[in-house]
């Protein structure tokens, strides 16, 4: 303890502020997995980053060392290095050991970016094993080191420097006595690199990856910041007008944002206050969102879009295919909601507001064509609405008091949702098999019939007028049409596991297709959640004169066990439908956890679905199932 002099009164509670964070590591970084340990670094960053906001610095390098520590340096102005006048020790070392020590040393808008306040540099300090600071300042260079927060000696002055030459330089090594793993993940911290810099378009931040075997290098700059965003996040989509962009400030409070139409039915709007992502929203969003639909209810009714009988579109209809970004900076940020990312300042409210009136009349003035296509897809959204809401007040007064409209589905005896299964089954007679196969205590089946709506080219009051799609939102419980009737509540769903089954040939493929297209257009969440999955039954079973049968799940399944068997003799069965296998069979190779194989369907592969179905529209050829399966996640042995 070489600092030993230096500690009075004031040390002992740095000493247990530092035992706090030790102890209840959670409370500062969220976790001791990776996220939590991927936070360490977005601490310090965050702080090299406030050091641009304020001014002065331009670049920031983040290194992973093969060692497993990570260093961050920035050309900012250093940490100040005096002694500090009330803590006795020097202003780094008060930075690094003081829970309090935000703003401390700041002008009055300083504190702008990052989750801990400027608490950050102690909280990654009481984590890690080792971390030292290097600080440039005055044409002198100054060091420090600690060890899980404690410094081991006090801050030195080691050289010199050109005057100009100013930053702050910190290598920290994660404690293995805090984190399960202290291997950084780095596509998770690229990513956020990423972010910050399209939130400041000014800096450049140079990552490197020197750890054998993850070898990395790559610098992050995006001079178009915000437009740069919205044209990454639609890529790959067809636009429906220009990146539309502006800023201003009123009120000390800073305003960009940025937004595009795309052919998609959803809206993606992303928030940012002080370049904290505020995942929850809040007042910065609500200020665009209202502005934005009052100045297309105006359009619409001046271009006679909306006569004066018809109703206003609402904020969902006019929001159908925006992708936006709405990034503030407020000199005293409020934070509320479950994880204390929902902005909570009314006056951001009210600024975002003026300066959108403003910014996106401006654009929509000068482009009547792009206002026109704007307008045209909150009137599509705004059709569907309509129709849905009647369809839905159809079926609701005719399904209130069942969940099995038609009587087909066979529930199973469970009502833990967690371990309960729906199999939708194609065809009465493989339902049937289903049906006495299954375990009655978790499996549900659900037989529909031949080939369900093509939801992409009916109107809504149709698919939901649909006896096989009734019954499936019925019996799956959670309502439907997430983000339009606002009905969908996924907590409500009945199975963890919905699984697809249907035959292996091109009729079963169409099928599939067209219900991943109704599950993309009406349940997205439950394909985001993962509880979309297909099953996939074998299509032989090859059987040798002595011993015993095997399945084969492909053709390249049944090539290489004619290799294998080569001059023995032996039968290929080969199964056209489902309904060919008796439900001993189906158990064992469909049903039954511990044998079945099942994909479990990602979201890009109903997006696929849905295109294909699109693309089909009208015509008579079905897809391949390989076209599906092409695209599907690999294929999982389910336990
Ligand atoms: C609230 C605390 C954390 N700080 C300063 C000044 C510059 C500065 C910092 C920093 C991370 C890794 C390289 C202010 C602010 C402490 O007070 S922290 N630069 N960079 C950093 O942590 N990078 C500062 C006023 C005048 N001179 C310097």
Redesign the pocket.
């Known amino acids: 303890m070489a600092a030993k002099d230096n500690y009075g009164a004031e040390n002992i509670s740095i000493l247990e502020g530092l035992e706090a964070v030790r102890k209840r590591p959670g409370m500062y970084i969220g976790s001791v997995g990776s996220r939590g340990l991927n936070h360490l670094i977005y601490e310090?960053?965050d702080?090299?980053v406030?050091?641009h906001l304020?001014g002065?610095?331009s670049e920031?390098n983040v290194t992973l060392n093969p060692d497993g520590s990570v260093t961050?340096?920035?050309n900012?102005?250093?940490?100040?290095t005096a002694k500090h006048p009330t803590a006795g020790v020097s202003?780094v070392e008060v930075?690094f050991t003081i829970l309090h020590?935000?703003?401390?040393?700041?002008?009055d808008t300083?504190?702008i970016s990052g989750g801990l306040h400027?608490?950050?540099?102690a909280v990654v300090n009481a984590l890690s094993k080792e971390l030292s600071?290097e600080v440039k300042?005055d044409g002198k260079v100054f060091f420090q080191s600690y060890k899980q927060g404690k410094p081991l000696a006090p801050l030195k002055e080691t050289g010199i420097c050109a005057k100009k030459t100013t930053?702050?330089?910190?290598t920290f090594a994660p404690d293995p006595e805090i984190f399960e793993k202290t291997e950084f993940k780095s596509d998770a911290v690229r990513s956020r690199l990423h972010e910050t810099v399209y939130l400041n378009p000014g800096l450049t931040i140079h990552f490197t990856d020197k750890r054998p075997g993850f070898e990395a290098d790559e610098v992050f700059h995006e001079p178009e910041g915000l437009s740069a965003y919205v044209k990454a996040l639609n890529e790959g989509k067809e636009t429906v007008c220009d990146i539309v962009r502006f800023s201003d400030s009123a009120d000390d409070i800073e305003v960009e944002v940025a937004f595009q139409f795309v052919d998609v039915f959803e809206e993606n709007i992303l928030g940012f206050c002080n370049t904290i992502f505020t995942q929850e929203g809040g007042s910065h969003i609500t200020g665009f969102k209202t502005k934005f639909t009052t100045v297309i209810n105006q359009y619409a009714r001046e271009l006679g879009i909306l006569k004066e009988k018809d109703a206003n579109f609402t904020g969902t209809d006019v929001r159908n295919g925006m992708t936006a970004v709405i990034a503030v900076k407020h000199p005293d940020p409020r934070f509320e909601g479950q994880t204390k990312t929902k902005l909570d300042n009314p006056d951001a409210a009210t600024v975002v507001a003026n300066i959108t009136g403003i910014g996106v009349t401006h654009f929509f003035d000068k482009n009547p064509e792009q206002l026109k296509a704007v307008i045209e897809c909150a009137n599509k959204s705004a059709k569907i609405r309509k129709a849905e809401e009647k369809a839905k007040t159809n079926m609701l007064s005719k399904s209130k008091f069942s969940f099995d409209s038609n009587g087909k589905l066979a529930n199973c005896e469970s009502r833990k949702a967690s371990e309960c299964e729906i199999f939708i089954v194609e065809g009465d007679s493989a339902g049937g098999s289903a049906k006495t196969a299954r375990n009655r205590a978790t499996q549900a089946i659900l037989p529909i019939r031949g080939k369900i709506l093509n939801v992409e080219k009916a109107s809504i009051d149709k698919v939901l007028g649909n006896a096989e799609i009734q019954s499936m939102i019925l019996a799956f419980g959670c309502g439907f049409m997430e983000g339009y009737g606002n009905d969908f509540d996924i907590d409500k769903l009945r199975y963890d596991k919905i699984v697809i089954m249907t035959d292996a040939d091109v009729d079963g493929a169409h099928i599939d297709t067209l219900l991943l297209t109704f599950f993309y257009r009406f349940m997205p969440e439950l394909i985001k959640a993962g509880h979309i999955y297909i099953a996939t039954p074998p299509l032989y079973r090859a059987k040798p004169k002595k011993g015993e049968g095997e399945y084969l799940y492909d053709d390249r399944a049944l090539e290489k066990y004619r290799q294998e068997h080569e001059g023995e003799s032996f039968e290929v069965q080969r199964y056209k439908g489902l309904g060919e296998m008796d439900p001993e069979q189906l158990w064992e190779t469909t049903l039954n956890p511990e044998t079945r194989i099942l994909k479990q369907v990602e979201i890009e592969d109903a997006i696929l679905a849905s295109k294909v179905t699109e693309m089909l529209m009208g015509t008579e050829v079905p897809p391949r199932r390989d076209f599906i399966y092409a695209h599907a996640d690999e294929a999982e042995i389910d336990a």
């Open positions: 310090i960053v702080n090299a406030d050091e304020a002065f610095c920031i961050v340096e920035d900012g102005r250093g940490i100040p202003a930075v020590a935000g703003g401390k040393f700041s002008d300083y504190k400027g608490v950050g540099s600071v300042r930053g702050t330089k910190v």
